[in-house]
Every structure is written in C-alpha cells, then in structure tokens.
C-alpha cells in the first residue's frame, strides 16, 4: 500500500481522487466518490471530523458554512442535524439532497472494491476511533492514514502498526521549516520499522527527493494538482503519486511514466 515493492516498474501514475471530484461533482460526497471510482481512482482522499456527539463525518472544513445549506462548527452540531444539511446544491442543482458522509459509509461503499481510501484525519483525538471503524469493517488492508500532525500519526501506527500512515508535509503550511523538517525526518526514521511515509504538496517537492524516495521503495502521495501543467511536469520528473481535483486530466489522456 504505501510501500510499491522495490525495483517494481510503475506503469502509470497512483493517483488519488482528491474529496472525490471537486472539478465535477461536489467535494467529500457519495456523489463525488463514486464517480472518482468510476473514473478509475486509484486512491481516494478524505477528511474525518467528529460531530458534537462524537461520530465521525467527512468534511474538509470544521464548519460547514461553504460546502452546505447550513451554518455553525461541526464540533457544534449532532450527527442528526449534519444529516439533515444540503451537501450537494451549492455546487449544482443536480446534486441538490446529497448527504455529508459518514465515514462508515464512505468505508462501506468501497469495501472489497480496487481501491485504497486516503484518509486524512483532520480532528483531534479521532485516531482511536477511525482505527476501530476501519477494523469493524474489516478494511486494514484497504486504507492509509494522514495527517499534518506527527503526533497523530504516531499515534496512529502505534494502536495499529499494520495500517500506512503518510505524514503530510508542506513548506507553505503554518509552523517553524526547522520544525516540519525535523517531523518528516523523525517520520522516516519510524520508516524502518513501520509502514509509514511522507505526503508533500507537491510544490515542496523535487526530483532528488522523488527519487529518494522511489529508491527507498516507498509511495508518496503528493497533494493538491489543481493545474495542468505542473502535473504534467512533475510526472515528467518521475512523481508517481499526484493528489488532485481532477481526475479528468488522466482518463483524457493515460500518461504513462
Ligand atoms: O491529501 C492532502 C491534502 O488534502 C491536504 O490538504 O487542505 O486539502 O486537506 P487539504
Ligand atoms: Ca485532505
């Protein structure tokens, strides 16, 4: 999963549906989803947040103000009252009466199916619990987790050591370089004793690390390929995991590495 077997030849490129299909169909819904399978998928990526009474939804934002019909925090609202909101008419009419998810949905749906579940934890405290789920739905061997937290993921692979963990790294995002730079290289060290990776945006990547990477054996994913030509470059480079709203990009034209 995280890990390709070394010397393996990676015919084309892994690539994960980012919250589904963002450029076609609205983010982090069963809608979107199923047509980033259907669009051949390789991975999904999503975000889990607990509700006020402690399920676990998918959501990217911790309010649900820009993606719905309704307003407030998601750690403010029941499961029962997220259920009731509009995930899908901001986007297009067509969609009007999507549900947000429930990540024992969003594991249901694609269980058995091809394809690996990206899932980033975007709460806090929420390891225990997603862990369980995942088990209860007997889908180890179908996820990766992420995070842009160490502790998270270090947590994560202790309750679990079976299940991948990507760390997310970025130059851009908040905190000290020196800080985020001394987490990633804590976190290839775990490397060597659990299946654990970086996932860097990709603007934070570059050739030598892509084929550091690619010589260590290891999958990264790199996030988020909103425009063409940087992902069709970095592929050129040798990135074999790209992270993106469009899914589209791929089925128009198949790169092959
Ligand atoms: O997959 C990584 C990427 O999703 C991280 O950024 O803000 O889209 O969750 P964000
Ligand atoms: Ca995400």
């Known amino acids: 999963l995280a890990k390709y077997p070394k010397n ?4 084309r490129p892994i690539v994960a549906a980012h919250r589904g299909v963002p450029s076609m169909a609205p983010e982090n819904t069963m809608a979107g989803y199923r047509l980033a399978y259907d669009l051949g998928a390789d991975q999904i990526e999503t975000d889990l947040q607990l509700t ?3 399920h676990i939804i998918i959501m990217h934002d911790t309010t649900v103000d820009r993606t719905t019909n309704g307003k407030g925090a998601v750690r ?8 009731q909101l509009d995930a899908g008419s901001k986007f297009g009419e067509e969609f009007a009466g999507e549900k947000v998810p429930t990540f024992k949905e969003f594991l249901q749906e694609f269980k058995g199916k091809d394809v690996i579940l990206l899932i980033e934890l975007k709460d806090v405290d929420i390891e225990e619990q997603a862990i369980r789920e995942i088990k209860e739905a007997g889908m180890v061997d179908q996820v990766v987790l992420q995070s842009f937290d160490l502790g998270s993921m270090v947590k994560s692979f202790e309750l679990h050591p079976e299940i991948p963990v990507g760390y997310l790294y970025s130059a ?4 000290t370089q020196s800080a985020k ?5 804590k976190m290839m060290d775990y490397g060597t004793n659990y299946n654990v990776t970086l996932n860097a945006s990709y603007g934070s990547t570059y050739k030598e690390f892509i084929q550091y990477m690619r010589q260590r054996g290891m999958l990264t994913m790199h996030w988020t390929f909103r425009e063409e030509a940087p992902f069709r470059d970095k592929l050129a480079e040798g990135l074999i995991g790209p992270i993106t709203d469009y899914m589209q990009w791929l089925t128009d034209s198949p790169i092959n590495l």
């Open 52 to 54: 006020k009474d402690g």
């Open 181 to 185: 730079i001394k987490n990633a290289q």
């Open 8 to 11: 393996t030849i990676v015919q």
């Open 172 to 175: 851009a995002v908040p905190g």
């Open 76 to 83: 403010d609202l029941t499961l029962e009252e997220i259920r």
